[in-house]
């Protein structure tokens, strides 16, 4: 008795040591990065980020693509807010691990969101880096430069295509468990198979998102030369296709594959679809115990038929109406010279907010 009571009080008294000493660390994931500000990388270094083993082994391996995995989770979490402002989950976000809070864990849409933006972020974030010159271990695609398509219009690939696969198996490298692509049947998801595959759908999504542009050269325009590129899609876009894929995405638990048909059941999951094992809760009343904030006091639409609309993003709770008093310059002349004189308008608007 005495032995094993003063062993649970040693595990107690480590447990607290290592809380104290690691909070970061041993709570959070790679996301975190999203939500810091400036500085903190440096004074952190690889060895005191919130990162796995693995990943803390590929960042001192490869320090320089630190700032990169910054700006990739940066970038999709404020595609997150941006793709969701108008939904009950908005997506918010808190400064402390684990960031997106239980969503990221709890095996809904929304996680399924969450880890395809994240994943295309950083391929995206990288890629971005190795075109701009940044990177001695990337660059442009080597195979669409100065090569002549053979094409009646004489057009050439010119200039610099992104070249997305470096990126790309960066994106796996870090996020993924394995390391190789998975193919998982319907019914034989588990949460981590359930992540990596939808981490795959976001990288797939920056690959299908992207396209030609190219310039005209020639005497005042005439366009006798034409130089073209592959680029990535501004990010908004890929955040765009990845919401789409989100409202369209399939549940892959096991009770959900027993409603299937049989056919259906054996054909595996399309690569590009987002998946996911649990039904989303309605994100309406507030739920402490599950980081639901609610949606009481969010503003809306009382004329959009939306999701931001009062009706849907109050839960039919009703809404609050205030006037707020606006005020802008308008009716704005240039005096000769040089300088613009306006008028300041006031307006009376109403605005609404959920009960
Ligand atoms: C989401 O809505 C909550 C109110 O429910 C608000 O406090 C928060 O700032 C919003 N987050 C974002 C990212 O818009
Ligand atoms: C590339 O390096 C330049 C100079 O250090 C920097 O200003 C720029 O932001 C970098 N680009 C990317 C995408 O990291
Ligand atoms: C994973 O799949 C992609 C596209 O389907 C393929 O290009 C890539 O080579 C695969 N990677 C591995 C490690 O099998
Ligand atoms: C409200 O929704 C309507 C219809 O969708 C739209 O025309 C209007 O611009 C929206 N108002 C605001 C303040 O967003």
Redesign the pocket.
């Known amino acids: 008795m005495e032995t094993r009571s003063c062993g649970v009080r040693r595990m107690l008294t480590l447990t607290l040591l290592l809380a104290s000493v690691c909070p970061l660390r041993c709570r959070a994931s790679w996301v975190w990065l999203g939500v810091t500000s400036a500085g903190v990388l440096e004074k952190l270094g690889c060895s005191n980020l919130p990162l796995s083993g693995r990943q803390r082994e590929l960042c001192r391996r490869k320090p320089f693509l630190l700032p990169s995995v910054r700006d990739g989770a940066r970038l999709a979490v404020a595609e997150c807010h941006n793709q969701f402002r108008h939904e009950r989950w908005n997506c918010s976000t808190s400064q402390e691990p684990p960031v997106f809070g239980h969503e990221l864990t709890s095996g809904t849409k929304e996680t399924a969101f969450i880890h395809a933006i994240m994943a295309a972020g950083l391929v995206h974030a990288v890629t971005q880096s190795c075109s701009q010159g940044n990177m001695t271990e990337c660059g442009c695609d080597a195979q669409l430069r100065g090569v002549s398509t053979g094409s009646p219009e004489g057009w050439h690939w010119g200039g610099c295509s992104d070249h997305i696969q470096y990126g790309t198996w960066f994106s796996r490298k870090f996020i993924d468990n394995t ?3 998975v193919s998982t049947s319907r019914g034989a998801f588990t949460l981590s198979t359930m992540n990596q595959h939808n981490s795959e759908a976001g990288r797939q999504a920056v690959d299908r998102t992207m396209s030609t542009e190219c310039r005209c050269h020639g005497v005042s325009g005439s366009c006798a030369v034409k130089t073209c590129w592959r680029t990535m899609a501004p990010f908004e876009r890929v955040g765009a296709y990845l919401k789409e894929r989100y409202e369209r995405s399939v549940q892959v638990s096991d009770r959900a594959r027993r409603k299937m048909r049989r056919k259906e059941q054996r054909r595996p999951v399309d ?1 590009n679809q987002l998946v996911y094992l649990n039904k989303s809760p309605n994100y309406c009343l507030e739920d402490r115990r599950q980081g639901i904030t609610g949606t009481k006091g969010r503003r809306c639409n009382r004329t959009s038929a939306g999701p931001d609309g009062c009706n849907l993003l109050c839960c039919g709770r009703g809404y609050n109406t205030h006037v707020v008093r606006h005020v802008q310059h308008c009716e704005c002349k240039f005096v000769w010279c040089c300088y613009v004189r306006c008028r300041r308008c006031e307006s009376m608007n109403d605005m609404h907010t959920c009960k």
């Open positions: 390391g190789k692509n690569k």
